[in-house]
């Protein structure tokens, strides 16, 4: 059995339909417990109103303290110039009494991001965010090849071998997470609650 957290932020929903899909992923393995919850707003109530944000969003709030309750945390984030939202920065530099007494060493971290262009930072959003839970000791996993659609060229998706990934696009182009943005966080998500369960016995 594993016990698996996705937390995330999200400001206009991208990510945080991603995250719902890690979660489904990660209980296709059986006797999983997961958990989804969401890292908190930074950008004042009035702002985030006027500029769109998404907040009628379920999940409950997370604390920093709680990570070391999981065998496995899969992180969301979306990609603000090439690197994490200051959101989920901030969640993360509340960590380092973690950090101190390694409460997170030999746990597996994964995460996942949108952009909404195309090369808008996502590679370089997942391999920054690594840094962080290898200084944590965490074991790394992303997104393998084995994860077919990682090739397609059938359209303009998301996706890498550093963790999955959406292209949200802007303005009148504006989408949602397509289907197979969804099934790659599915794949992800069993990919690592399965390495989880593997540790955990």
Known sequence: MAN???VYYSSYGHIEAMAYAQAEGAARMAGTKVTVKRVPELVP?????SSGFKLDQSAPVAV???????DAIIFGTPTRFGN???QMRNFLDQTGALWGRGALVGKVG??????????GGQETTLTS?????????????????????????????????????CVT????????PTALEL?????????????????AT
Request: charged share 15%.
């Open 110 to 119: 994964s995460c996942f991001c949108s952009t909404a262009s195309q090369h």
């Open 45 to 49: 109530l009035e702002l985030a109103r």
């Open 183 to 199: 099934e790659m966080c599915r794949f992800q998500g069993q990919h690592v609650t399965g390495i989880a369960q593997k540790l």
């Open 64 to 70: 920093p303290d709680e990570l070391e309750q999981y």
């Open 129 to 165: 965010f690594h840094s962080t839970l290898l200084h944590h000791g965490m074991i790394v996993v992303g997104l393998p090849y084995t994860f077919k659609d990682l090739t397609t060229l059938r359209e303009v998706s998301g996706g890498t071998p550093y963790g999955a990934s």
């Open 169 to 176: 696009g802007a303005g009148s182009e504006l989408r949602m």
């Open 84 to 86: 994490m939202a200051s």
């Open 4 to 6: 698996v957290l996705v």
